[in-house]
């Protein structure tokens, strides 16, 4: 069992910045990838970023070049660099943990404001 939970969310501004955090606690040594998603409103949850276990990076079309996945050393907390937000950028954000099975957290709110 992995357990995670997501932190950081909240309301910023056009052209602002803003930090998520994932806290992964339980049997984690079986992850061998972590993603971030997001689910606008009204809309489908959709694919945001992917770190894999060798610290290999993936994202996003939308995401490009403003967002950026990382996780620290202990590979317990996954993050979310997001800079340079947009309206659209609105949703609950996701963290994931791939295993045999995946894990999700609950989820954290991130408005932008225009």
């Known amino acids: 069992q992995v357990q995670l939970v997501e932190s950081g969310g909240g309301l910023v501004q056009a052209g602002g910045s803003l930090t998520l955090s994932c806290a992964a606690s339980?049997?984690?040594?079986?992850?061998?990838?972590m993603n971030w998603f997001r689910q606008p409103p009204g809309k489908q949850r959709e694919w945001v970023a992917t770190i894999s276990r060798s610290g290999g990076a993936s994202y996003a079309d939308s995401v490009k070049g403003r967002f950026t996945i990382s996780r620290d050393a202990a590979e317990t907390t996954l993050y979310l660099q997001m800079h340079s937000l947009i309206p659209e950028d609105t949703a609950v954000y996701y963290c994931?943990?791939?295993?045999?099975?995946?894990?999700w957290g609950q989820g954290t709110q991130v408005t932008v404001s225009s």
């Open positions: 994931r943990a791939m295993t045999w099975r995946d894990y």
């Open positions: 339980g049997d984690i040594s079986g992850v061998h990838a």
